[in-house]
């Protein structure tokens, strides 16, 4: 670079926040002496419309073509401060921010002349990165306007009606021969006590009739290639392959119900878990006559037993089933053997007062002590412990319930792996933050709703289909997806395609391809990558240079940590 | 904020309209979050900011709806600014007017245990940070007029009408914590050691009151710290039988925190059922049984009484026919979570109906954020209990119906 480098830099007091502990013209009076530093000022909050009009107007008038801002926390500020040198005509890449306040007035409140000293070192290492800087474009690609939603369950269909009605085209995979999911097998939902099936229909018909909704039944997602607004899927729909181009992809693939082969005698006929119970209320497939107790065990194979989690739905599947018995047989005896009863929110705790009310006995016992069920003289009994009589109940039992948990479906780990997005330790589709990205996957593009998540009810699954479809709609509705320039590339001379990158990337962005007749060498497909840094540290060949942070950029800054590069 | 910033990112225009100062929320006031520990205002903060920042969002604070005309796809909505008496677009927030101001007065946002001036931002992180005077404590000297260097003082100002069409509208208003002080048995307003949930978060928030330290009013170290469950909640004596959802949680998170400030304190939680159902929950209570000794223990005290030390003894009966006694040094109320003061009103203007307990009623339960009028959609905890991640699904989802408003157009709008 043969320009002159001239840089500024703005220290912020944020009020108090810096200027009560640094001494701030101190460090702006030791900026203005750092190497190509030519302008550097002080302003109470850089981040107010003064310090950015501060900020524009120095850069104009003294020529910056870098500026550093000593402040808060980029978390939250460098994207403003790159705005606003791009409003003045400033590349926002040569933009370089300085933690001054989280990682140095905050955590030294009470150590001011150290933290003027560190606000000095941070300012100068700043300053050496900087004057490194090189210019960045952001890059932009378009959007395929059209979605793939997997999994034509209730959540999936709720995201793809919602997407259809948006204006965007949906293709719905489905892998069995009809749509709907789990709630095929259920025969009335709580709280309305309405019937699943007629429930499912209504759904079903509104897939069925809507234009921009194309339904693949009987179809399997053999490979996903492309990133967010250019998806390639490859279906096999009932034996042909055939391939969608879409701009996103919701993941709405359902859970299953555990199978407790070899726990509490279970064998599907006197002992049955709940979904073969709603098949038989269904069918009315019971006969009452010689049923004169019904026991129901929760928590069986799960919170400990063979899955760790709570599965959240199964209490309040137990009480419906059992106040459904209840109101249709009421001489029945009806036993729910329960440890912690999740019957959470507002309508739950009302239903399940009208389960105690209809006759329902709820039985608790210890997780340590759970239930056994034995057959004794070719009758099948079931011990509760009783905690406060301190002893096991024997109840004769015509019929045992066993309310297992949800679980992931095999076939997630290898959709797991087309996608390239994580399952949890519970198998678990996982989502990108816990707490605030309940269904975005860390990778742009694609989403996840319903119990393919974890386990939930039929309203949570319902919202979370529409969360999916507005996440998804951005991108759909926007055309184009915008990414930061600060990303990996390769160096194709010295790379030497050992595929260490590949196997640590985790967004799937950079794979080795063949170039050359046995040349294989690493590529970025840049939409892709987050600019993580994670091959660019794992490259033994040091071919990947990771834009922003490069290698001389980050030395510099290093080598500034210890040592002064004055005018 | 999640519907907005969906809405928003899709290329929808957004009013965001917000109470209180400062957007954000509850979510502002805590420390931690389960089932995680991340730090709330950490992972808030930045979400504060990109949707004040976001071009499509046009964020108005201290104001309320006073009005809805029309129907969906055309409201009007009349909404009513009240004045900070502080110019909003010349304050920049520096707070020389707070650092004069000579009036002490409890903040709200610190559930009352610390003193703010006359002249304030709830929090450190406020968005947007403009200052508000308190006009109603003011004992009008004048000072922060003098001192302000942006001539931003405005005593005159009045209240602001501003008008705004919009195809949809999205109620998102939160929850109240239930003052515990006609509950008499637990003795909350009486006995100086008996806390709220929301109290205890300030406590042991290191950008709370105290600095992050647990420490009773009269200065004595705490040694055991009680939390009891279903405060006012799940009890029909008040009409209130409903689970809050979150605080068996939210006291395991609690008892987790101040074991980790404070490994010598006992904790002792009292439940009736622990409701730890949501992802990574029963785990998280694993960790705080098993990693943390947190003591969960069956049973809702009938009484407390303080004894005069200042500490306190919890009457409980649980696998026996006999009554325990627990003594600790601090309580903590998981009181009832209850829709935000003033859902009623609101209710009216937007023509909308509320449900027996005050939330917002659905028109169909398995379509959890169709409102009783079509073209207006609920979100997060106005409509029923549910935690964050449940709120911010929540949120995405009602504006993906008010997406289906705007990008879809009449003809197929509803199924």
Redesign the interface.
């Known amino acids: 670079m043969t320009e002159e480098i001239r840089i500024g830099v703005f220290i912020c007091h944020c009020g108090i926040n810096i200027g009560g502990v640094v001494d701030v013209p101190a460090v702006v009076d030791y900026a203005s002496t750092l190497k190509h530093v030519v302008h550097a000022e002080r302003n109470l909050y850089t981040c107010s419309s003064e310090g950015l009009e501060a900020i524009k107007s120095a850069i104009k008038e003294h020529n910056l073509n870098r500026v550093v801002v000593a402040s808060c926390t980029p978390r939250t500020h460098e994207s403003l401060f790159r705005a606003t040198c791009k409003e003045a005509g400033l590349n926002p890449y040569l933009f370089e921010f300085v933690n001054i306040r989280d990682q140095c007035s905050w955590v030294h409140m009470h150590e001011p002349e150290s933290a003027t000293e560190k606000a000095k070192d941070l300012v100068r290492m700043g300053v050496a990165k900087a004057a490194r800087l090189e210019p960045l474009e952001e890059l932009t690609s378009d959007v395929i306007p059209t979605a793939v939603v997997i999994g034509a369950g209730i959540s999936g269909m709720t995201a793809a009606l919602s997407l259809a009605r948006s204006g965007f085209s949906v293709h719905l995979i489905e892998k069995e021969r009809e749509p709907g999911g789990l709630l095929r097998n259920l025969y009335k939902l709580y709280p309305t006590d309405e019937l699943a099936a007629e429930f499912l229909e209504q759904r079903i018909r509104a897939v069925n009739a809507h234009e921009r909704i194309t339904l693949h039944l009987s179809s399997t997602v053999k490979e996903v290639e492309g990133y967010v607004g250019k998806f390639k899927v490859i279906l096999d729909e009932a034996g042909v392959e055939q391939a969608i181009d879409a701009g996103v992809i919701i993941v709405a693939t359902g859970a299953k119900e555990f199978e407790p082969v070899g726990l509490y005698e279970y064998d599907g006929e006197k002992v049955i878990t709940q979904l073969q119970l709603e098949e038989k209320l269904k069918k009315s497939d019971l006969n009452w006559a010689a049923i004169k107790t019904v026991v129901m065990i929760q928590c069986v194979g799960a919170r400990g037993e063979v899955v760790g989690y709570c599965s959240k739905i199964c209490c309040m599947n137990a009480i419906k089933n059992a106040k459904l018995i209840k109101e249709t047989h009421p001489e029945v005896n009806v036993f729910i053997a329960h440890n912690e009863l999740q019957a959470y929110g507002e309508e739950y705790e009302l239903y399940y007062r009208a389960a105690k009310k209809a006759g329902v006995r709820f039985l608790r016992f210890p997780l340590e002590q759970r239930p056994k069920v034995r057959k004794s003289e070719g009758k099948l009994i079931v011990d509760v412990f009783h905690e406060r009589l301190n002893l096991d109940i024997p109840i004769e039992a015509d019929l045992v319930v066993l309310s297992v948990p949800l679980v992931q479906n095999p076939d997630a780990l290898h959709l797991s792996k087309l996608l390239k997005v994580p399952l949890g330790q519970d198998k678990f589709f996982f989502e990108a933050h816990v707490k605030l990205r309940p269904v975005d996957f860390a990778t742009d593009g694609i989403f996840l709703c319903g119990t393919a998540h974890g386990p939930k009810d039929i309203g949570e699954s319902i919202a979370q289909g529409y969360a999916a479809a507005s996440r998804a709609t951005i991108p759909l509705a926007k055309g184009y997806v915008r990414s930061e320039p600060i990303i990996s590339s390769v160096n194709e001379e010295l790379c030497v395609g050992c595929g260490i990158c590949e196997s640590v990337c985790p967004y799937g962005a950079i794979e080795v391809v063949e170039v050359d007749e046995d040349k294989k060498r690493a590529r970025v497909t840049s939409v892709k990558c987050k600019g993580c840094g994670t091959c660019g540290s794992s490259c033994v060949k040091r071919a990947i240079k990771m834009y922003h942070f490069s290698d001389d950029q980050l030395i510099a800054q290093e080598r500034a940590a210890v040592t002064t590069e004055v005018r | 904020m999640q519907a907005a910033f969906?809405l928003a990112?899709?290329?929808?225009k957004v009013c965001l309209v917000e109470k209180t100062l400062s957007i954000g929320g509850r979510m502002a006031q805590l420390d931690k979050?389960f089932?995680?520990n991340?730090c709330a205002i950490c992972?808030l903060?930045?979400?504060m900011?990109d949707c004040y920042?976001h071009e499509n969002i046009e964020v108005l604070t201290f104001s309320e709806v006073i009005s809805v005309e029309g129907e969906v796809g055309l409201f009007n909505v009349k909404i009513l600014r009240r004045p900070r008496f502080i110019e909003e677009e010349l304050c920049?927030?520096?707070?020389d007017c707070a650092r004069v101001c000579p009036m002490g007065i409890l903040n709200r946002f610190d559930m009352d245990l610390r003193v703010r001036s006359g002249a304030y931002i709830p929090f450190?992180q406020a968005v947007p940070?403009i200052y508000a005077l308190d006009r109603e404590k003011c004992m009008r000297c004048g000072l922060c007029k003098v001192v302000c260097g942006k001539d931003a003082i405005r005593y005159d100002q009045k209240p602001e009408l501003v008008e705004r069409t919009v195809g949809a509208i999205i109620v998102a208003t939160g929850f109240d914590p239930l003052d515990p002080s006609d509950i008499t048995e637990y003795g909350y307003g009486t006995y100086d050691n008996v806390l709220t949930a929301l109290e205890y978060e300030r406590l042991i928030c290191a950008a709370g009151p105290t600095g992050g330290h647990v420490v009773r009013k009269d200065g004595k170290e705490v040694k055991r710290i009680a939390w009891i469950q279903c405060v006012g909640a799940?009890d029909t004596r008040d009409n209130r039988?409903?689970?809050c959802?979150v605080c068996c949680m939210h006291a395991t998170k609690e008892a987790i925190l101040t074991r980790e400030h404070y490994p010598e304190v006992e904790t002792f939680i009292l439940y009736t059922?622990?409701?730890?159902?949501?992802?990574?929950?029963?785990?998280y209570v694993?960790r705080a049984k098993d990693d943390y000794g947190v003591v969960y223990i069956r049973g809702k005290p009938g009484e407390i009484r303080e004894k005069e030390n200042g500490n306190l003894e919890l009457f409980y009966s649980p696998?026996?026919d006999k009554v325990e006694i627990l003594e600790v040094d601090m309580v903590v109320l998981c009181t009832a979570l209850i829709p935000s003061e003033g859902v009623e009103t609101l209710a009216k203007v937007l023509g909308i109906e509320l449900?027996e307990?005050n939330?917002f009623k659905l028109r169909d339960?398995?379509?959890?954020?169709e409102t009783t009028r079509e073209g207006i959609f609920v979100a997060g905890y106005c409509q029923?209990?549910?935690d964050?991640?449940?709120c911010?699904?929540?949120?995405?989802?009602?504006?993906?119906?008010a997406?289906?408003v705007v990008?879809?157009?009449s003809d197929?709008?509803r199924?």
């Open positions: 969906d990112e899709a290329g929808i979050t089932p995680t991340d992972i903060a930045p979400k900011m920042r920049n927030g520096c707070g450190l940070l799940r039988p409903y689970c959802s059922d622990l409701r730890c159902f949501g992802k990574g929950f029963q785990e694993n696998y026996s449900d307990y939330f339960p398995y379509n959890p954020t029923a209990p549910r964050i991640p449940e911010i699904a929540h949120g995405s989802a009602a504006a993906s119906r997406m289906e990008l879809g157009g197929d709008r199924d």
